[in-house]
């Protein structure tokens, strides 16, 4: 039953989804992405990789700006310090990929604690402001720690390999990130089912009756901060297996701008929303072009030249329309449009 | 007979405001004690000094031994204290189901290693929890809202639900701020019903904040009757219901019993 209330056992209350057909579809998007890399070229195969490290991405940053409601706009410096950490690892230290992936992890969630501590008291855009000064600071930790991090030189990222694999280009790295993402995916929806991630989202609704019913806030705020940005952290792992040469500027203001659109657009506080918010908007720079590309001649040209303006205003734009006309974003719109047709023919 | 709750000597000032003003009183286990008094008399002053969420400027607060003025607020849910806020404070992007687990925060163990997997342990937790909350929405007769985003009901729904929420404490005392204000008669009824079953059942002990005299003077054991910040009577409902002070009170206030 659908839209029914009545359930058999009780493990099916917990259970992710006891549906059926929610199942069904599931395992068909696994089962297409899991052959995407076979049929698809190289450029989409890439394209889809950037489009799957950015949901990790966003998973991550849901978990502190979704969820528990601390509005980060220092994942750029985030996503520096785990690309970084794989990068130092990998190259100068020789660790296994296996190892410097959660090792990413682990640093940027250590990290986190630098400007989750002193942050404890502010919300809103005083939160805001701090970590986007943070990830400012982290810039400049990069640029002049010349002898860990190269400093302004960068870094030539290779050599990763899994089982004799190089997982920084085509299918294997495809591989690699897709089961990142997928764990990503199954860790904040598992979080979000118990008392952990209940918590976080009682802290974003009303932080008093959080801590009248039990929730030490230092506590699960820090928590909020790790675990957001361990998966951050290893989302800038990852970006750096691809895109193989790192330095401060991949990390721009501009990529936490992105990841805030990533939710806004999908919907602030759904798990489903970040990755519905991501892959659209990682796929739109490429409509836009394709667009363009039909209009032809000059147009084109033109917006080649200017394709990373474009994304910025993009951005901007998504920010502005979803906050003011869609605010509960895609994710709200494609559950309205599910509740009216359940409801058809009594809509209303 | 030692009391579960016993104030002291109790005062709380906002800068040159004295809200609370040398408060005494003591709560025996398994009464309804109501704690009422005109708009502004601080009530919901004493309760947020009870549940730990402000600091007296003086005074002791004792629960089963043990001083509240000096514990954190997140242990209160783990003493067994919980209560309802005047002014709606529930988690209002979430379903009821969820509002009411939160509730039982203080009752799971899940760390966050084991959540991330939800295997073994933190899944018979879960399931343990959610068969205490269906209990919980049985007993509020909520079921048929169970997962509606509690944002979205009405006034006295959210109250309900925020009843519910303190009950997933599975608290020794319960405090309750203005329970009925915003609910229609039956919804009321409904209320002191359940309060009344609590007591009864569960043996809890409830101390209320309660406008609606009818209400109180029913289901009371106890009555504290304060005004501008000085508790001015105190005994069972009969007793303060002809007390000079309350009647001065609540006449001089013009607010008479409902
Ligand atoms: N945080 C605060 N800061 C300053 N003044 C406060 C604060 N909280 C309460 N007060 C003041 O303390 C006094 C008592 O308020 P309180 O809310 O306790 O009254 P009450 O008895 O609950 O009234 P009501 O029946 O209207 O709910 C009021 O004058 C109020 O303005
Ligand atoms: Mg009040």
Redesign the interface.
Known sequence: MRTGHYKERWSQYVALSDNPTVWAWVAALLAALLIAPVVLDGYSTTLLVSALIAVVGAVGLNVLTGTTGLISLGQAGFLAVGAYTNGVLLVDHHWPVWATLPASGVVAAAVSLVVGIPSLRLKGLYLAITTLAFSFIINHVILYTESVTHGPNGIFVNGAKILGFDVQRGAPLYYLVLGVAVLSVLTALNLARTRIGRAWMAIRDHDVAARVMGIDLVRYKLLAFMVSSFIVGVAGALISLQIRFINIDVFALILSIEAIAFLILGGLGSIGGAILGAIFLSFLPEMIRLAFAMLGGSTASLLGNYLFEIRGMAYGVVIVVFLRWVPDGLIGLWRDIRTYWSNWPLAY | MSALLSLHDVTMRFGGLTAVNGVEFAVQEGQIYSLIGPNGAGKTTIFNLI?A?LRPTNGRILFDGRDLTKV???????LGI??T?QNL??????TVV?NL??????H?R?D?IS????FGR??RE??R???RV?EIIDFLEI?DI??HVVGTLSYGQQKKVELG?ALA?QPRLLLLDEMVSGMNQEEREDIARFILDLKDELGMTVLMVEHDMGIVMDISDRVCVVNHGRRIAEGTPDEVSVDPAVIEAYLGSKRGAA
């Not at chain 2, 954190?72 to 783990?78: C, Q, R, V």
């Not at chain 2, 687990?101 to 203080?106: D, E, I, R, S, T």
Request: charged share 25%; no cysteine; proline share 4%.
């Open positions: 549940s969420v954190p607020t997140h242990t209160l849910a783990h919980a209560r806020f404070a529930v988690f209002k992007h979430e969820n687990l939160v509730g039982m925060h203080a799971l899940t966050p959540a991330a997997l939800f933190a899944r879960e399931i929890a959610r068969e269906e079921a169970r997962d929420r404490v």
